[in-house]
């Protein structure tokens, strides 16, 4: 479904994604890596990966257009067969590849796939975020590495049909070097992500399971009444987090809902873990307070220490005045 769509006739529009001036300095960014047939973008891939083969001289950019995104798909892995036959350097602009998620395909676009002569796959990510002295943000490399992993996945499935292919685990993470616009790159190992990812998804509950549990007249079509869509989503279990906020058009549906619930998952993941059986802020407040709660349960008891903690500062406060 078209989440940030629902979200918006769920009346909680999204203010997910990049600003519009992000997204064209993103995109530019992009065209000048990718630029005169991939030639720079090749240079840095070899730079940092090298390989047994010969430096590019000579790069084959395969047309990769198809109608929609199941044909797109097919193209791009018939690509990556004949690339991976022709042995030579190939770069594929925007392939589409398709994973299976929760019993359904979904499909994925990495910014490039580079096919080695001798058959080697990798992902190419490339961010607008500097590297600095040769390193970036932490944080935006790690999401980087597992949004590569998927990529990585979903290639795996397409090599083990392909004689002499075999799928890169270090992806090419390219980004403007210094407070330039000029790229440059480094190789991220995401072995720990895909084996990561690949565990998640395979625990994840199938869509026709949760389907099956819905009313048999739910619908999430952004065109149906604002009543309607709300009673099919809150038939659908969620488990919201602040980390939602950067990642799902849903977030700030899901967090008023969790919200209006007091569930302290909206506190922060780690805030739930800590809290152990107590699962809303009313319950905590209760515990805390002395009226609820077993005083034997460490939880309750390090809550109760913590409320006469606090009074007796806010106490020491009122004498001091
Ligand atoms: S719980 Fe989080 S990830 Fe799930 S739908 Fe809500 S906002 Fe999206």
Redesign the pocket.
Known sequence: MDKAALATALGSPAAFGQSQFAFMRGNAFEAKVKADGGTELLRLLYERLGGPGEAPHEVRVPDLAAAGPEGRAARTALALREATAAQGWTLLDHPLLALEVAGSPAYLEPDAVVVHPEGTWTVVEIKSFPMIDGSADAAKVGAAARQSAVYVLALERIAAMTEGAEVGHRVLLVCPKDFSNLPTASVVDVRKQRAVTRRQLTRLTRIEDIAATLPEDATFDPGCSPQELHRAVDAVG????PE?LA?????F??RERSRARGAVEALGRSVRGELGGLTTVGAVLAAAAGKEGDPADPTVAALRRAAALRAEALEGRAVCH
């Open positions: 969620a488990a919201y987090a939602c990642a799902c058009e849903l977030a549906h899901c």
